[in-house]
């Protein structure tokens, strides 16, 4: 597929306006702000809901919105025109209540508002992604397919683009990769997964080297387990993936058991754990992994591989503290907050409607387009965090207001509650977060959308 964008001559000068246009405008330039979706638009406020209002004014809806690692910009995508006279509000068909692959425009946005500078122009035949922001925050990198989803995920295509240049300019393409992309921290590098084996590449997406001389027994795995992610916090010289287990590499199945290996860039590997799990993904400090077994949670520490487990609701989305101390767990109808180190388990906010324990949900097919969590809830200091009701109403048997309303949470050292949730947004609000959401440490969801 030729990447459609629009370069003419016209749009140096169009960026120098943006940025002259954005130094002028009022907002917020601090970095303890939220940021939510509310009636198609993207808003800011403090945590206590003061200063509220909508940094952009787009003629068609946001439908996506990713804080960057610095908190001063955000990128958003916003429904293509043409697309939206037949489909003006899509829905999230997903538990991240997040709008998937969709014909929109790329856009990047800074904290304190202005005008946006438009990185990839839409088209209504082509779809792009959430985006993912890497460590420095001056790189992104987003998907391209057309209508329908590609046969296989080495058909879509990868770019990356600087965070300041519109309209596709310095635009560089990432080679075919079943896996979702993974930024490194320090060197500059992005690893994949192609039919060849697991590759990196420079911040280009140029000088490709092949870590593994073959593909990894099993590969392609079912989607969600087709990962390769760099350790965080550390060196840059290590990395997580999945393969089937020794006693799985003859046998079909639609849940393999599976070893989670650390591996060096000399392919040098190591088996963490083996498991029937069907996610995994690092904390913030690169100290441990988590994966689930249907509602099944469990943390294990690489230092002396010992672990625990937590039951959750199936299909749960997890947030870890930036500090990997606490860990959120976001069920459909429960929020519940884990203390990683002493493993006390709260349930903060309920619908008081019984919870999905079991493990029916299919695994992901290997061709299955995937998105991780585009914001974190959490504020940067790992005391703080903030919710979306959408109707769970009962905050430790204390009744909420109905509806979808933003609330912000102040947590002690232990992990405590202090007090009362803080109501900080109200209205139509379908997506909202704290800070930049590391796709290492995320599980990944459907990225598909009810249009």
């Not at 965070?163 to 992005?190: E, R, W």
Request: glycine share 6%; aromatic share 10%.
């Amino acid at each position: 597929m030729k990447r459609y964008r629009i370069v003419n001559s016209l749009l140096p000068c169009l960026l120098l306006l943006s940025q002259l246009l954005a130094a002028c405008s009022a907002g917020h330039t601090g970095s303890n702000v939220i940021a939510f979706i509310r009636d198609g638009q993207v808003w800011t406020s403090d945590p206590d809901g003061a200063n509220a209002f909508a940094i952009i004014t787009t003629t068609t809806p946001v439908v996506g919105f990713n804080w960057s690692p610095t908190h001063q910009l955000l990128a958003f995508r916003s429904l293509d025109e043409s697309f939206a006279k037949t489909t003006p509000h899509p829905t999230a068909s997903n538990v991240l209540r997040q709008i998937g692959d969709i014909p929109s425009t790329m856009n990047t946005v800074g904290v304190d508002g202005g005008t946006p500078i438009t990185l990839a122009f839409s088209n209504p035949d082509v779809r792009y992604s959430t985006t993912l922001w890497n460590s420095t925050g001056n790189r992104l990198l987003y998907r391209q397919t057309g209508q329908t989803d590609p046969s296989s995920l080495e058909d879509a295509h990868w770019w990356i683009s600087q965070n300041d240049q519109p309209g596709g300019i310095a635009v560089k393409s990432f080679p075919s990769t079943y896996a979702l992309p993974s930024f490194s921290y320090k060197n500059a590098l992005i690893a994949g997964i192609s039919q060849h084996g697991i590759f990196t590449t420079d911040i280009a997406g140029a000088k490709q080297h092949y870590v593994t001389p073959t593909l990894p027994d099993g590969h392609p795995l079912p989607a969600s387990l087709e990962r390769v992610l760099w350790q965080p916090a550390h060196d840059d010289s290590r990395f997580l993936y999945a393969i089937t287990a020794p006693d799985q590499q003859n046998t079909q199945s639609s849940s393999p058991t599976v070893q989670l290996l650390l591996s060096t860039l000399n392919n040098q590997t190591t088996t963490l754990t083996t498991c029937r799990c069907t996610q995994f993904a690092w904390s913030p400090d690169g100290n441990a992994i988590l994966y689930n077994t249907g509602s099944t949670y469990t943390i294990l520490k690489l230092a002396n591989k010992s672990s625990f487990s937590i039951q959750g609701e199936e299909n749960s989305i997890p947030y870890w503290s930036p500090d990997s101390r606490f860990l959120l767990i976001d069920g459909q109808h429960v929020l519940t907050l884990i203390n990683v180190g002493t493993h006390q388990q709260i349930t903060l906010l309920s619908d008081q409607q019984q919870s999905s324990t079991g493990s029916s949900t299919p695994l992901s097919t290997s061709h299955t387009m995937l998105q991780p969590t585009a914001n974190s809830p959490w504020a940067a200091d790992s005391r703080h965090f903030l919710f979306l009701s959408n109707d769970r109403l009962f905050w430790q048997h204390q009744r909420l207001n109905a509806g979808k309303e933003v609330y912000t949470v102040t947590i002690n050292n232990d992990g405590q509650p202090q007090g009362a949730p803080v109501s900080t947004a109200t209205g139509n609000i379908t997506q909202a977060g704290w800070t930049y959401q590391d796709a290492n440490t995320s599980f990944l969801y459907p990225a598909t959308s009810t249009q």
